[in-house]
């Protein structure tokens, strides 16, 4: 088990946070009339470190921002931030903690009738700091988002990119334990989302800052999270490292979560690709970290001689480490000779797939 999740049975009577644990969550449940939108969440978001919260459209990611910001009550379970339970808090005692999780939205939500710097310096207006104190402060942070020269300009002149910069440097204005990004990305375009996740990452690297990312883009995750949890139907169906799980996911719905990000076979091959032995077999072979580092197919050629053609893939990184997927097409119809390479290759820790035989894949 991945050190940041527990099962239910494990976190129930271990409710305390460590000083490491910035938010915590242990059995979150909320229904929803028949609907359980949260169904037994336990998650710790350790401090420095980006995780990613991933599902489904109605898989309960709102719930549970809902629950962390103290906008929702759980039916049960606890939420602790920076080891205190907000759960059972009411309005007053919450507002400042509320102040301890920072946040970015779809929509940016920019006071279209303020200037960038005093919308980065509303947070601190809030909290009653004199004027010339919440100026300086958004001065920084554009300057940290690269948007000084904007401070007097309004919302309306500005790109998507930028107002998402606005946005970030808003959130990080009170000094937040936590920067939580709610579908940040989703309505800007590629470029620059690229833009915008490079920045977090900065912040996350030079402030040492804490980030939960929510989304329902695998490429966001993969751009820039530590560590990610799928949500499916209100549980936590599969957690761990990002490259982990891109490299081997075991539920059918990250699978269909990473959809296209994932090496396929090219089309027109995977066109004719029939269940019965033709003239090859076709492999898919996925490997990583240690797996990926070794001289897998050159050890292959030699272990089994005339063993295969190497038709598509390659090697990837994620966080450093090597992650690949190999299309292999073995020649023949020679059963001995085709489990000779797949024993071979999961010696190898590879793990591998027959996918088909193909007539002549030429
Ligand atoms: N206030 C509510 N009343 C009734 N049902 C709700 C309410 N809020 C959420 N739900 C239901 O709970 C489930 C989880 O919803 P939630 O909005 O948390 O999912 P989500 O992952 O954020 O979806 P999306 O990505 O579409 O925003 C869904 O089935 C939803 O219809």
Request: charged share 25%.
């Amino acid at each position: 088990m991945n050190q940041h999740f527990a099962t239910t049975a494990e976190t129930t009577d271990q409710t305390a946070a460590t000083p490491q644990d910035v938010v915590r969550l242990v059995d979150l449940k909320r229904r929803f009339g028949a609907t359980p939108a949260l169904d037994g969440v336990s998650l710790t978001v350790r401090k420095d470190e980006i995780l990613g919260i991933i599902g489904r459209s109605g898989a309960g990611k709102s719930t549970l921002i809902r629950c962390l910001n103290g906008l929702e009550r759980p039916d049960s379970g606890a939420v602790f931030i920076e080891g205190r339970e907000i759960s059972r808090l009411g309005e007053r005692d919450l507002q400042p903690l509320r102040r301890r999780i920072g946040m970015i939205f779809q929509h940016f939500n920019l006071l279209s009738a303020k200037t960038v710097e005093d919308n980065v310096a509303l947070p601190l207006k809030i909290e009653g700091r004199p004027r010339a104190e919440r100026l300086q402060r958004a001065a920084e942070l554009l300057d940290l988002v690269g948007l000084s020269e904007k401070a007097k300009a309004y919302p309306a002149s500005l790109s998507g990119g930028q107002k998402q910069r606005v946005g970030i440097a808003r959130a990080l204005a009170a000094r937040p334990a936590m920067l939580l990004s709610d579908e940040a990305t989703s309505a800007l375009d590629p470029e620059t989302t690229r833009s915008i996740l490079a920045l977090l990452k900065d912040i996350n690297r030079q402030l040492g800052l804490t980030i939960l990312l929510i989304t329902h883009e695998m490429e966001v995750i993969r751009s820039i999270a530590d560590c990610v949890a799928v949500i499916d139907a209100g549980r936590i169906v599969e957690e761990g490292p990002v490259w982990s799980v891109f490299a081997d996911p075991r539920s059918d719905i990250t699978r269909s979560l990473l959809g296209a990000i994932r090496p396929q076979l090219p089309a027109d091959l995977a066109a004719r690709l029939v269940p019965s032995a033709g003239t090859e077999t076709i492999l898919r072979v996925d490997v990583a970290g240690e797996a990926a580092r070794g001289p897998l197919l050159s050890d292959l050629a030699v272990a089994v001689p005339g063993s295969f053609r190497l038709v598509h893939g390659g090697i990837d990184h994620i966080q450093q480490q090597p992650v690949g997927t190999l299309f292999l097409a073995v020649p023949g119809s020679d059963a001995g000779h085709l489990a000779h390479v797949i024993t071979f290759l999961k010696a190898r820790q590879a793990r591998v797939e027959v996918l088909g035989h193909v007539a002549n894949s030429a």
